[in-house]
């Protein structure tokens, strides 16, 4: 399969340059040149399947071209080797709760997936070159990439995080692992990570010295992976018999999420339609209303991992959709909340249910209250394990919420961290000595 990018300005790439690449040279998302639908008697038998049976037969449809199918049956097995994901009822709207990865966050499987792509690429160039890979992060990304990669044999990760900017849980989770990943503690905030990074990837001797990648959230193989919940999602409701009019609800800030499920659709997946669920930053929301795309800068709410002021994934959708608002609009409707109103929807699904939304899957399980209409089900993405946002959680609900033996597991690791200045010249200094 060929891959090209959104802004058309550089040639097509193969899956191996679109993941070890990232972005494309005219610094566009890569996009499959076509969508392979799945037959429909993967369709018919899906609930008799596993969770593993059915990432692989979706992952043959995107990947099946480019890698032969045991290597592939192997990389998404190894991907999906922990518990599956759960639905649980809360009255007609259900909770697909995707937290059962080791950081209990969705991106645990797009960063799982990416890192045994890469080292697959890796090991079939027969270089015994290390591959480096840098990420800057703010606390979620960084966890679920440096456990998604952690003992993935030929890659190294460093991943760089504000010092005194991440939260004590997130912190631990990517600074107690040691083996191949290597956390650096910048004097600095987020964007001076993020330029770190950046300049790195710019710098010949550093190019030269050392092979350097980036498992950027914009990268195929992070973001195609999510489609397999999606899948499994519908196989768990026709199961309950509830699959038809199916209405799915996702959080969302950098839309990665929502655009694998739409390419699910495109496969064949029979979900009628979507509902995409923001924060206070609405730049989708907006869109939606106005048909004008206009970014601004991001606001702090209390469901960080979606202040996206500049949502990236909006130009693979607008594409899939061939740039027509109408047809956007008629298969995806949005909402936006305000954090007071996240925090209401927690403390009364809390009192009506018993069920404990995070503080992100609120926004998803009040969009379906407030959307689903006569004769639809309603299925939102739980999207991380509440406890990862303990001190936000307790305070709304004023509760003690338990944190899991996975979560609690990281903070008993001993932290173990390279102090870094936020001048490119130390860090590039650091990096030639490896
Ligand atoms: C990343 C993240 C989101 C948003 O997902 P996108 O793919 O960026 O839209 C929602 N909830 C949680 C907990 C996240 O970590």
């Given at each position: 399969?060929?891959?090209?990018?959104?802004?058309?300005?550089?040639?097509?790439?193969?899956?191996?340059?679109?993941?070890?690449?990232?972005?494309?040279?005219?610094?566009?998302?890569?996009?499959?040149?076509?969508?392979?639908?799945?037959?429909?008697?993967?369709?018919?038998?899906?609930?008799?399947?596993?969770?593993?049976?059915?990432?692989?037969?979706?992952?043959?449809?995107?990947?099946?071209?480019?890698?032969?199918?045991?290597?592939?049956?192997?990389?998404?097995?190894?991907?999906?080797?922990?518990?599956?994901?759960?639905?649980?009822?809360?009255?007609?709207?259900?909770?697909?709760?995707?937290?059962?990865?080791?950081?209990?966050?969705?991106?645990?499987?797009?960063?799982?997936?990416?890192?045994?792509?890469?080292?697959?690429?890796?090991?079939?160039?027969?270089?015994?070159?290390?591959?480096?890979?840098?990420?800057?992060?703010?606390?979620?990304?960084?966890?679920?990439?440096?456990?998604?990669?952690?003992?993935?044999?030929?890659?190294?990760?460093?991943?760089?995080?504000?010092?005194?900017?991440?939260?004590?849980?997130?912190?631990?989770?990517?600074?107690?692992?040691?083996?191949?990943?290597?956390?650096?503690?910048?004097?600095?905030?987020?964007?001076?990570?993020?330029?770190?990074?950046?300049?790195?990837?710019?710098?010949?001797?550093?190019?030269?010295?050392?092979?350097?990648?980036?498992?950027?959230?914009?990268?195929?193989?992070?973001?195609?992976?999510?489609?397999?919940?999606?899948?499994?999602?519908?196989?768990?409701?026709?199961?309950?018999?509830?699959?038809?009019?199916?209405?799915?609800?996702?959080?969302?800030?950098?839309?990665?999420?929502?655009?694998?499920?739409?390419?699910?659709?495109?496969?064949?997946?029979?979900?009628?339609?979507?509902?995409?669920?923001?924060?206070?930053?609405?730049?989708?929301?907006?869109?939606?209303?106005?048909?004008?795309?206009?970014?601004?800068?991001?606001?702090?709410?209390i469901?960080?991992?979606?202040?996206?002021?500049?949502?990236?994934?909006?130009?693979?959708?607008?594409?899939?959709?061939?740039?027509?608002?109408?047809?956007?609009?008629?298969?995806?409707?949005?909402?936006?909340?305000?954090?007071?109103?996240i925090a209401d929807t927690m403390r009364q699904c809390l009192k009506e249910t018993g069920y404990q939304l995070d503080p992100?899957?609120a926004?998803?399980?009040?969009?379906?209250?407030?959307?689903?209409?006569?004769?639809?089900?309603?299925?939102?993405?739980?999207?991380?394990?509440p406890a990862?946002f303990k001190g936000v959680v307790d305070a709304i609900i004023s509760g003690d919420i338990e944190?899991?033996?996975?979560?609690?597991?990281?903070?008993?690791?001993?932290?173990?961290?390279?102090?870094?200045?936020?001048?490119?010249?130390?860090?590039?200094?650091?990096?030639?000595?490896?």
């Amino acid at each position: 399969m060929k891959y090209y990018s959104t802004n058309h300005q550089a040639p097509e790439a193969t899956l191996e340059k679109a993941v070890v690449k990232g972005l494309a040279e005219d610094k566009g998302l890569y996009m499959p040149d076509h969508i392979n639908r799945l037959p429909q008697e993967f369709f018919d038998h899906i609930q008799d399947m596993s969770f593993q049976e059915i990432a692989f037969e979706v992952a043959k449809g995107f990947f099946a071209e480019d890698i032969p199918a045991d290597d592939l049956k192997q990389i998404v097995y190894d991907t999906l080797s922990f518990d599956v994901p759960a639905v649980k009822i809360t009255e007609k709207i259900y909770s697909l709760e995707l937290f059962h990865g080791p950081t209990l966050a969705f991106k645990d499987v797009g960063a799982r997936f990416m890192a045994r792509l890469l080292g697959y690429f890796n090991k079939k160039q027969n270089a015994d070159r290390l591959v480096n890979v840098l990420v800057a992060t703010s606390g979620d990304t960084g966890s679920a990439v440096a456990n998604g990669f952690l003992g993935v044999e030929g890659i190294h990760v460093y991943v760089l995080y504000p010092k005194g900017k991440v939260s004590p849980i997130q912190e631990c989770q990517f600074t107690t692992l040691g083996q191949n990943i290597t956390a650096i503690e910048v004097d600095g905030v987020f964007d001076d990570c993020q330029a770190l990074v950046k300049n790195a990837f710019m710098d010949a001797d550093l190019n030269a010295h050392m092979k350097l990648t980036s498992a950027n959230s914009i990268n195929v193989a992070r973001f195609l992976p999510q489609s397999f919940y999606y899948f499994y999602a519908y196989a768990q409701m026709k199961k309950a018999g509830k699959a038809d009019n199916l209405v799915v609800c996702v959080p969302s800030g950098n839309f990665g999420n929502i655009c694998s499920a739409l390419f699910g659709v495109r496969m064949g997946l029979p979900i009628k339609r979507f509902i995409a669920s923001n924060n206070a930053n609405d730049i989708f929301y907006n869109y939606l209303q106005t048909g004008k795309y206009e970014p601004k800068p991001s606001v702090q709410t209390i469901a960080n991992a979606m202040d996206v002021g500049d949502p990236s994934n909006f130009a693979r959708i607008y594409e899939l959709y061939n740039r027509d608002h109408a047809a956007i609009c008629a298969h995806i409707s949005g909402a936006t909340y305000a954090d007071e109103q996240i925090a209401d929807t927690m403390r009364q699904c809390l009192k009506e249910t018993g069920y404990q939304l995070d503080p992100h899957g609120a926004c998803g399980y009040r969009a379906l209250q407030e959307g689903l209409q006569e004769g639809e089900t309603g299925v939102f993405l739980e999207t991380a394990h509440p406890a990862k946002f303990k001190g936000v959680v307790d305070a709304i609900i004023s509760g003690d919420i338990e944190i899991p033996a996975k979560l609690a597991a990281f903070m008993k690791g001993e932290k173990q961290s390279v102090s870094m200045t936020k001048e490119f010249a130390d860090f590039k200094a650091y990096l030639m000595t490896k």
